[in-house]
């Protein structure tokens, strides 16, 4: 199994639906990030979370929400989605600094 | 704010060739970390290197070394003897070494390997 699992893999959705994308990790960390990645921006940071109880906005929460219900979980919901949330979206760990990230294998979302 | 800027939106070399990819950064801070990434058509992120800047001794990984230049905020990345398996997207990334562990990411360049 993966170290960082996301679900869905793609998903189409219709202008105005809520969503939910999840992320659940089995790498013990307590450090998860939400990133979108949209061609020409690279990946920017929409929301991280130390534990539980600490959720934190990055530089484009606009739109989003998330909940980390347990170390393990952490969900990104769009309330109600538009289309130029169309891009690839990524959940991510992390144990301590300088080691990088371990990402899931993302989450591909249409809004049409 | 940290940037990162990555000049080059594609490249394409012969197999075998070398190739280097440019990153340049801008921060105020002494003590952080640099990465890059590679993403095939898979789609899934992989570490290729990182370098911890304290370190004056550039990283090198296999086939894939990097030129870490502080003072003029320069981190490329060279891969030698390319391979067909390199093609993918590759990002360059920024991290303080304090605080949240936020990664700071180029805009990517897409890298292209023809047999």
């Known amino acids: 199994d993966a170290d960082v699992t996301q679900t869905p893999r793609n998903r189409i959705t219709k202008t105005g639906k809520r969503i939910m994308l999840e992320c659940s990790q089995t790498?013990?960390?307590?450090?998860m990030y939400w990133y979108r990645q949209d061609p020409g921006l690279g990946l920017r940071l929409i929301y991280y979370?130390?534990?539980?109880?600490?959720?934190n906005k990055g530089e484009i929460s606009d739109g989003y929400s998330v909940s980390r219900q347990a170390q393990a979980k952490f969900s990104l919901s769009l309330e109600s989605a538009i289309p130029n949330q169309t891009a690839l979206y990524f959940c991510?760990?992390?144990?301590?600094?300088?080691?990088?990230?371990?990402f899931g294998s993302g989450t591909r979302l249409t809004v049409v | 704010a940290q940037t990162v800027t990555q000049s080059q939106p594609e490249m394409s070399v012969q197999e075998a060739e070398t190739v280097t990819l440019s990153c340049t950064y801008d921060?105020?801070?002494?003590?952080?970390?640099l990465f890059w990434y590679k993403q095939p058509p898979s789609r899934q992120m992989i570490l290729v290197i990182r370098?911890?800047?304290?370190?004056?001794q550039n990283a090198t990984e296999n086939r894939f070394s990097v030129n870490f230049q502080k003072a003029a905020k320069s981190f490329s990345l060279k891969i030698s003897d390319s391979q067909l398996g390199d093609t993918a997207m590759y990002f360059c990334?920024?991290?303080?070494?304090?605080?949240?562990?936020?990664?700071?990411f180029g805009q990517g360049t897409r890298l292209t390997i023809n047999p």
């Open positions: 991510a760990t992390s144990e301590r600094p300088g080691q990088g990230y371990t």
């Open positions: 790498k013990g960390h307590d450090r």
């Open positions: 979370s130390f534990d539980v109880k600490d959720i």
């Open positions: 921060t105020s801070e002494n003590n952080y970390y």
């Open positions: 370098q911890e800047a304290y370190k004056q």
């Open positions: 990334a920024f991290m303080k070494r304090r605080g949240a562990q936020k990664l700071v």
